[in-house]
Protein backbone atom coordinates (compact mmCIF):
# COMPACT_ATOMS: atom_id res chain seq x y z
CA UNK A 1 0.00 0.00 0.00
CA UNK A 2 2.79 2.57 0.95
CA UNK A 3 4.48 1.87 -2.78
CA UNK A 4 1.09 2.86 -4.48
CA UNK A 5 1.07 5.74 -2.67
CA UNK A 6 4.41 7.00 -3.36
CA UNK A 7 4.06 5.79 -6.81
CA UNK A 8 6.95 3.24 -6.64
CA UNK A 9 7.16 0.35 -9.25
CA UNK A 10 9.24 -2.62 -8.14
CA UNK A 11 10.73 -4.83 -10.81
CA UNK A 12 8.83 -7.52 -9.52
CA UNK A 13 11.29 -10.11 -11.54
CA UNK A 14 13.87 -9.10 -9.16
CA UNK A 15 12.12 -8.85 -5.85
CA UNK A 16 13.13 -11.48 -3.35
CA UNK A 17 11.28 -12.00 0.15
CA UNK A 18 13.65 -13.57 2.73
CA UNK A 19 11.15 -15.98 4.48
CA UNK A 20 12.14 -16.08 8.38
CA UNK A 21 11.98 -19.22 10.05
CA UNK A 22 9.95 -18.74 13.48
CA UNK A 23 9.40 -21.79 16.05
CA UNK A 24 6.80 -23.44 13.87
CA UNK A 25 8.05 -25.63 11.07
CA UNK A 26 7.03 -24.22 7.40
CA UNK A 27 7.30 -26.95 4.49
CA UNK A 28 6.59 -24.84 1.79
CA UNK A 29 7.46 -21.22 1.23
CA UNK A 30 4.86 -18.69 0.54
CA UNK A 31 4.05 -16.68 -2.31
CA UNK A 32 3.18 -13.34 -2.36
CA UNK A 33 1.34 -10.94 -4.88
CA UNK A 34 2.02 -7.67 -5.56
CA UNK A 35 -0.05 -5.68 -8.09
CA UNK A 36 -1.25 -9.21 -9.51
CA UNK A 37 2.37 -10.50 -9.61
CA UNK A 38 3.21 -13.04 -7.80
CA UNK A 39 6.89 -12.85 -5.41
CA UNK A 40 7.99 -15.75 -4.29
CA UNK A 41 9.84 -16.35 -0.60
CA UNK A 42 12.80 -17.79 -0.26
CA UNK A 43 14.81 -18.96 2.40
CA UNK A 44 18.16 -17.53 1.05
CA UNK A 45 18.74 -14.09 -0.50
CA UNK A 46 21.28 -12.25 -1.76
CA UNK A 47 21.77 -8.39 -0.98
CA UNK A 48 24.94 -6.42 -1.81
CA UNK A 49 27.08 -9.79 -2.45
CA UNK A 50 26.14 -11.06 0.98
CA UNK A 51 24.14 -14.18 1.20
CA UNK A 52 21.58 -14.01 3.55
CA UNK A 53 20.09 -16.92 5.25
CA UNK A 54 16.53 -17.54 7.29
CA UNK A 55 18.22 -18.46 10.28
CA UNK A 56 21.27 -15.77 10.52
CA UNK A 57 23.93 -18.77 10.01
CA UNK A 58 24.97 -17.17 6.67
CA UNK A 59 26.82 -20.68 6.31
CA UNK A 60 25.88 -19.88 2.37
CA UNK A 61 27.49 -16.83 1.78
CA UNK A 62 30.84 -18.67 3.08
CA UNK A 63 30.04 -21.32 0.61
CA UNK A 64 30.07 -18.90 -1.76
CA UNK A 65 33.16 -17.38 -0.49
CA UNK A 66 34.99 -20.35 -0.79
CA UNK A 67 33.85 -21.25 -4.63
CA UNK A 68 34.34 -17.76 -5.64
CA UNK A 69 37.86 -17.42 -3.80
CA UNK A 70 39.22 -20.91 -4.86
CA UNK A 71 38.72 -19.89 -8.32
CA UNK A 72 40.83 -16.85 -7.56
CA UNK A 73 43.40 -18.77 -6.21
CA UNK A 74 43.62 -21.00 -8.55
CA UNK A 75 43.88 -18.54 -11.43
CA UNK A 76 46.65 -16.98 -9.52
CA UNK A 77 48.83 -20.45 -8.86
CA UNK A 78 49.41 -19.68 -12.38
CA UNK A 79 52.12 -16.66 -11.49
CA UNK A 80 53.15 -18.27 -8.25
CA UNK A 81 55.63 -21.35 -9.36
CA UNK A 82 58.03 -22.82 -6.56
CA UNK A 83 61.39 -22.35 -7.88
CA UNK A 84 61.03 -18.54 -9.91
CA UNK A 85 58.20 -15.66 -9.62
CA UNK A 86 57.72 -12.92 -7.34
CA UNK A 87 58.61 -12.92 -4.59
CA UNK A 88 56.88 -14.13 -0.79
CA UNK A 89 55.83 -10.70 0.21
CA UNK A 90 54.34 -9.79 -3.45
CA UNK A 91 52.62 -12.78 -3.45
CA UNK A 92 51.05 -12.19 0.12
CA UNK A 93 49.76 -8.57 -0.95
CA UNK A 94 48.40 -10.26 -4.30
CA UNK A 95 46.68 -13.15 -2.86
CA UNK A 96 45.49 -10.65 0.44
CA UNK A 97 44.16 -7.75 -2.35
CA UNK A 98 42.27 -10.63 -3.96
CA UNK A 99 40.67 -13.14 -2.43
CA UNK A 100 41.29 -11.43 0.95
CA UNK A 101 39.54 -8.69 -0.37
CA UNK A 102 36.79 -10.50 -1.06
CA UNK A 103 36.15 -12.31 2.60
CA UNK A 104 36.23 -9.35 4.27
CA UNK A 105 33.41 -7.66 2.39
CA UNK A 106 30.13 -7.22 4.10
CA UNK A 107 32.55 -8.92 6.91
CA UNK A 108 31.05 -6.45 9.78
CA UNK A 109 27.86 -8.36 8.93
CA UNK A 110 28.88 -12.13 9.33
CA UNK A 111 32.02 -11.83 11.58
CA UNK A 112 29.72 -13.16 14.69
CA UNK A 113 29.21 -16.51 12.96
CA UNK A 114 32.64 -17.29 12.89
CA UNK A 115 32.98 -19.11 15.70
CA UNK A 116 30.69 -21.57 14.81
CA UNK A 117 32.66 -25.04 12.89
CA UNK A 118 31.06 -24.97 9.43
CA UNK A 119 31.73 -21.31 9.11
CA UNK A 120 35.54 -21.04 10.50
CA UNK A 121 36.45 -24.04 9.07
CA UNK A 122 35.61 -22.87 5.57
CA UNK A 123 37.46 -19.12 5.83
CA UNK A 124 40.16 -21.39 7.28
CA UNK A 125 40.21 -23.53 3.93
CA UNK A 126 40.45 -20.37 1.86
CA UNK A 127 43.19 -19.05 4.02
CA UNK A 128 45.45 -21.67 4.12
CA UNK A 129 45.40 -22.41 0.23
CA UNK A 130 46.62 -18.71 0.59
CA UNK A 131 49.34 -19.22 2.96
CA UNK A 132 50.75 -22.02 1.36
CA UNK A 133 50.69 -19.92 -2.24
CA UNK A 134 52.22 -16.91 -0.19
CA UNK A 135 55.10 -18.72 1.76
CA UNK A 136 55.72 -21.76 -1.12
CA UNK A 137 54.99 -24.06 1.80
CA UNK A 138 54.21 -27.98 1.81
CA UNK A 139 50.42 -28.76 1.67
CA UNK A 140 51.24 -30.72 5.25
CA UNK A 141 52.30 -27.86 7.12
CA UNK A 142 49.66 -27.04 9.38
CA UNK A 143 47.22 -23.79 9.84
CA UNK A 144 48.78 -21.70 12.34
CA UNK A 145 52.45 -22.42 11.63
CA UNK A 146 52.05 -21.14 7.91
CA UNK A 147 50.25 -17.72 9.77
CA UNK A 148 53.51 -17.67 11.90
CA UNK A 149 55.73 -18.12 8.74
CA UNK A 150 54.02 -15.72 6.70
CA UNK A 151 53.73 -12.87 9.47
CA UNK A 152 49.97 -13.44 8.48
CA UNK A 153 47.32 -13.62 11.26
CA UNK A 154 44.78 -16.37 11.15
CA UNK A 155 41.76 -14.35 9.01
CA UNK A 156 38.80 -14.81 11.74
CA UNK A 157 41.03 -12.58 13.67
CA UNK A 158 41.75 -10.02 11.06
CA UNK A 159 37.51 -10.27 10.19
CA UNK A 160 37.01 -9.43 14.10
CA UNK A 161 39.19 -7.00 14.28
CA UNK A 162 37.65 -5.13 11.16
CA UNK A 163 34.24 -5.28 12.76
CA UNK A 164 35.50 -4.37 16.15
CA UNK A 165 37.23 -1.20 14.27
CA UNK A 166 34.07 -0.58 12.11
CA UNK A 167 32.00 -0.43 15.49
CA UNK A 168 34.38 1.41 17.68
CA UNK A 169 34.51 4.29 14.61
CA UNK A 170 30.68 4.57 14.96
CA UNK A 171 30.60 4.13 18.58
CA UNK A 172 29.12 1.03 19.13
CA UNK A 173 28.87 -1.20 21.83
CA UNK A 174 30.45 -4.73 20.86
CA UNK A 175 28.93 -7.79 22.22
CA UNK A 176 28.38 -11.19 20.69
CA UNK A 177 24.76 -9.94 19.42
CA UNK A 178 26.35 -7.09 17.80
CA UNK A 179 24.87 -7.70 14.31
CA UNK A 180 21.19 -8.26 16.40
CA UNK A 181 22.33 -4.85 17.80
CA UNK A 182 22.85 -2.82 15.02
CA UNK A 183 19.55 -4.03 13.16
CA UNK A 184 17.25 -3.13 16.26
CA UNK A 185 18.98 0.49 15.83
CA UNK A 186 18.28 0.68 11.84
CA UNK A 187 15.16 -0.08 12.69
CA UNK A 188 14.28 2.31 15.25
CA UNK A 189 16.31 5.27 12.92
CA UNK A 190 13.95 4.24 10.16
CA UNK A 191 11.10 4.84 12.13
CA UNK A 192 11.67 8.31 14.02
CA UNK A 193 10.55 11.44 12.02
Known sequence: MLLTIIAVKPNVGKTEILFLLCLRYHPELPVFTFQG???VSRHVI???GVYIDSKFTFLP???YLETKCLKIINALK???ANKYGYSNKSRKQMLNGTAGAIIKYGSTIFSHTLQKRNNKAIIRKIHRQMLI???RSYRTVSYLAL???NNWPPMEYEVHARTILYLHLRDIPYTLNTPHYILSRWILQAKSP
Open 78 to 80: VLF
Open 37 to 39: QAI
Open 133 to 135: LSC
Open 61 to 63: HCK
Open 46 to 48: KYL
Open 147 to 149: CAI
